[in-house]
């Protein structure tokens, strides 16, 4: 099929790959020029792995272009709209400028039965508002919300948990389903659940799924705040928990919180949502889990306060970790950049490294110093704090690490370390609701341990 991506930040990059590499011929447009010399030339704006390598691909083999002119995509059969839907600066709704401004322009370059899919994540009752925008242009609105991961993306865009559609009721859905069948045909052949909803239902998907999240996320941090009080050890009762089959071990990991463009987003947009659709107890219980996330990033500002005696004025700190999670160069709403940024307003001198992110968290926060070699961000470091769990972080010998620094001082803000080790390198490791005893959890690997 002749398919449009419009919108090449992350999700619309992915996207109009794996389409190419399924079959479909694909012109994915974006209004910003520079980044479509780029992607056209083969430079990737951002770090996703594999991404580089499926683009090429589909340049070769002819089925993937890049443009920034509306006409380009006149001849399209279904138009993906893969658009930023950021935060308002002033509320936690969500700021939907992009997505209409982006269907405007589009709507003089639809043809007769051409199809129209919402990708980005918005608020239900948004397809309401574009189906009136679309009236007069022989096109059908459909809604088809992403489930991507940032550093597993291409995995997650190809081999999917679900395909969910949001189409209208009767003749009009049935035909709008038939055609997104025959986009994802290959994925549906290999057994990928679908599911055919209403276009609220479909909306509200992306949002509700990364607020469960983000809630269990929270919630282990508060129990690892517990631990602490009581003296049991999280990573043991992450075991327990994640056996049990009602509650899963995915997203049971005790640390520094999450970030990113996504969770917090999302989860503050539902939180919205509930409030203006008057569901105050769901209101409520997001808005706690904003801010129980806060209250880990303060935590560990406080831990380094005290590994450090109490004062952290010149203290020499390093911190592992700029992106928000590993295998990614995002550092949108990072809780690395966060905690650092809290460290060196109390007097720290603060140094961060990070294998991918170093360039993306300078050119957003110069004010801080950072360094792309972890040896040297390591000399002379007073305390060394493991914020993002990159696998090279992981690891670090704690022997060779000693002969680096100043002081032998570790908080993993991760708990991704084995203490045991670092224990017997000399070094004082602290890690977030392990107190118990400074033992590791058990041998075996706790079940959903990735987040």
């Not at 691909?57 to 993906?80: P, Q």
Request: net charge negative; charged share 20%; with cysteine.
């Amino acid at each position: 099929m002749k398919v449009s991506v419009i919108g090449c930040g992350y999700l619309g990059t992915v996207h109009a790959a794996a389409l190419s590499s399924l079959g479909h011929v694909v012109t994915a447009l974006d209004t910003d020029v520079e980044k479509v010399n780029q992607l056209s030339h083969g430079e990737v704006p951002f770090f996703e792995p594999g991404l580089e390598r499926l683009l090429a691909a589909g340049r070769r083999a002819g089925t993937l272009r890049f443009t920034s002119a509306f006409a380009d995509v006149a001849e399209c059969d279904v138009h993906f709209l893969c658009v930023g839907t950021p935060q308002q600066k002033t509320t936690n709704h969500s700021d939907m400028t992009h997505v209409f401004s982006a269907v405007d322009a589009l709507t003089r370059h639809l043809r007769e039965g051409s199809v129209v899919v919402g990708k980005s994540t918005v608020p239900a009752g948004t397809s309401a508002t574009l189906t009136r925008l679309l009236a007069g242009t022989g096109a059908q609105l459909a809604w088809n919300p992403e489930f991507l991961r940032q550093g597993t993306a291409i995995g997650d865009s190809l081999q999917p948990d679900r395909l969910v559609y949001g189409v209208t009721e009767g003749e009009a859905g049935r035909r709008v389903t038939a055609i997104l069948d025959e986009v994802y045909a290959p994925l549906l052949q290999e057994g990928i659940p679908r599911l055919v909803t209403g276009f609220a239902t479909a909306e509200l998907a992306k949002s509700a799924a990364n607020a469960f999240l983000a809630l269990k996320l929270s919630y282990m941090n508060g129990i690892a705040e517990l631990c602490d009080g009581v003296g049991a050890d999280v990573l043991s009762l992450t075991q327990v928990l994640g056996l049990d089959p009602r509650i899963g071990g995915n997203y049971l990991n005790a640390g520094a919180g999450f970030g990113g463009g996504c969770l917090p987003k999302d989860l503050r947009s539902l939180r919205a949502q509930a409030q203006d659709a008057e569901a105050l107890s769901l209101g409520k219980l997001l808005g706690l889990v904003d801010d129980m996330n806060t209250e880990a990033r303060q935590r560990i500002h406080a831990m380094a306060l005290d590994m450090c005696g109490g004062d952290l004025s010149g203290r020499r700190i390093t911190v592992l970790g700029a992106a928000f999670k590993p295998h990614t160069d995002d550092v949108r709403d990072s809780p690395s950049i966060d905690i650092a940024l809290r460290l060196a307003a109390s007097g720290a001198e603060v140094t961060i490294t990070d294998p991918r992110a170093v360039r993306t968290a300078w050119l957003n926060y110069p004010q801080l110093s950072f360094h792309a070699d972890t040896n040297r961000a390591m000399r002379g470091a007073e305390l060394t704090l493991l914020l993002t769990e990159w696998p090279e972080y992981r690891a670090i010998s704690p022997v060779d690490a000693a002969a680096l620094v100043t002081r032998k001082a570790i908080l993993d803000g991760r708990n991704a370390l084995p203490p045991d080790a670092w224990r017997s390198a000399g070094w004082d490791y602290r890690g977030i609701g392990r107190t118990a005893d400074g033992r590791s959890a058990a041998a075996s690997t706790p079940a959903g341990a990735a987040v």
